[in-house]
């Protein structure tokens, strides 16, 4: 399975059969129960249906966590350009990946993956968002810094910056107490 930010594009293929014609389909609920429909059809139990799809930034999780939940062997892979160039394969589409990956799936037979724990998104988000105010706060220290090297500082754009970089202070310390119960 091709992973994309709004959609998924899968191929499969039944032990000793030809392979699918490749389906994409959108990554909502809808979207995804039409992708189940149509593995059900081949009349395979999930349990004994291996997805391989790539892990393309966080666009993958949702879905990998509803077909684990609806009871299919999910493997999660890194990017698999490197296999492709193995096969040669020099055009890059969604229908053409979705292809290689089930190539992919059938000779390495990856190993089944398990989605992490709660704990992981409490952190998760709340790391990045900690991460990026932390960024944010820097760059208006850093004009502020240059800003009070100017011979003449005008104090309303020296107050509003003062007060964005407490905010920033107090949004970051929330998170923290946000963080610090999920790590003890």
Do not use: C
Not at 64 to 90: D, E, M, Q
Not at 94 to 103: E, F, N, S, V
Not at 130 to 138: F, I, P, S, T
Not at 150 to 156: D, I, L, T
């Amino acid at each position: 399975m091709d992973i994309a930010a709004a959609t998924a594009t899968a191929a499969w293929q039944l032990l000793d059969d030809t392979p699918s014609r490749p389906m994409t389909f959108d990554q909502t609920p809808t979207g995804m129960r039409h992708f189940q429909t149509q593995l059900a059809a081949t009349g395979v139990v999930p349990a004994q249906t291996l997805v391989v799809m790539e892990a393309t930034g966080s666009y993958w999780m949702t879905l990998a966590t509803t077909l684990h939940a609806a009871g299919y062997a999910i493997a999660v892979i890194n990017p698999a350009h490197a296999f492709a160039k193995a096969l040669l394969k020099r055009v890059k589409t969604d229908p053409i990946d979705a292809h290689m990956l089930m190539r992919l799936a059938a000779l390495l037979q990856p190993s089944a993956w398990e989605p992490p724990p709660a704990v992981y998104h409490e952190l998760v988000q709340r790391l990045g968002q900690r991460d990026d105010l932390m960024q944010v706060r820097q760059q208006f220290k850093n004009q502020l810094h240059a800003l009070v090297q100017q011979p003449v500082v005008v104090a309303s754009v020296r107050t509003r910056l003062e007060n964005l970089i407490t905010t920033l202070t107090d949004e970051i310390a929330t998170l923290e107490a946000e963080i610090a119960p999920a790590l003890a």
